[in-house]
């Protein structure tokens, strides 16, 4: 899969732009979230440093920073002095370790920016065939994504959801499968690899936000 060597840095500014637009009320549902949640720079420090040992967990915490055509994928905590860069992304994924280090990044071809809905994609990650195929229903937005002989699906967004896109693509978590993050209307869903099982799936992470803010 080829892509320009800025697309990383586009794609993760794009879900920066929808969590900054959550940050008013990210305070508010720190507390009772009890899956992964993403966050961008400005929350990190404004939020999450700054509030102590309540309401945020202190630990599960990653961070995520583009590069061209990769992302540096580090643990940190709330505590650490290291200033936050302004482009980073922060993950809280309790339970669901990520591979640290510089991490390529693989993008699907431009069609999956705006995937067409009902249409099957064949794909090829890391040498392993895949497929995905998105389809608006009841729920939500409905991402069924199949490889290694199994099939896993996600309903994501409102139940009225009209616009979706696969930001990247990546193995994120070191088990040479694709973990993907997704946009759908206002919000961004990581869906991790590892924590997924055959059949209906949560997201291992969303991003709270609207595209209006």
């Known amino acids: 899969m080829q892509t320009r060597p800025d697309t990383t840095l586009r794609a993760l500014r794009d879900l920066a732009?929808?969590?900054?637009?959550?940050?008013?009320?990210?305070?508010?549902?720190?507390?009772?979230?009890?899956?992964?949640?993403?966050?961008?720079?400005?929350?990190?420090?404004?939020?999450?440093?700054?509030?102590?040992?309540?309401?945020?967990?202190?630990?599960?915490?990653?961070?995520?920073?583009?590069?061209?055509?990769?992302?540096?994928?580090?643990?940190?905590?709330?505590?650490?002095v290291a200033a936050a860069p302004a482009d980073a992304l922060y993950l809280h994924l309790p339970g669901a370790p990520l591979a640290e280090g510089v991490r390529p990044t693989y993008f699907a071809p431009s069609a999956l920016q705006l995937p067409e809905l009902g249409q099957d994609y064949e794909l090829t990650f890391k040498g392993q065939r895949f497929a995905l195929r998105v389809e608006n229903v009841v729920k939500g937005m409905q991402y069924t994504i199949a490889y290694g002989g199994h099939t896993?699906?996600?309903?994501?967004?409102?139940?009225?959801?009209?616009?979706?896109?696969?930001?990247?693509?990546?193995?994120?978590?070191?088990?040479?499968?694709?973990?993907?993050?997704?946009?759908?209307?206002?919000?961004?869903?990581?869906?991790?690899?590892?924590?997924?099982?055959?059949?209906?799936?949560?997201?291992?992470?969303?991003?709270?936000?609207?595209?209006?803010?």
């Open 17 to 80: 732009l929808l969590a900054a637009a959550g940050l008013a009320a990210a305070s508010l549902w720190a507390g009772s979230l009890q899956e992964g949640y993403i966050v961008e720079s400005g929350t990190w420090q404004q939020e999450v440093q700054r509030a102590g040992a309540e309401p945020w967990p202190q630990d599960g915490w990653y961070r995520l920073v583009p590069q061209q055509r990769a992302l540096e994928v580090r643990a940190v905590r709330p505590a650490d």
């Open 152 to 213: 896993y699906s996600y309903v994501l967004g409102p139940f009225d959801a009209t616009t979706t896109a696969v930001r990247l693509v990546a193995d994120l978590d070191g088990d040479n499968l694709p973990d993907f993050l997704v946009q759908v209307d206002g919000a961004g869903y990581l869906l991790l690899s590892s924590r997924a099982v055959p059949g209906a799936n949560l997201p291992a992470a969303e991003l709270f936000a609207s595209l209006d803010g």
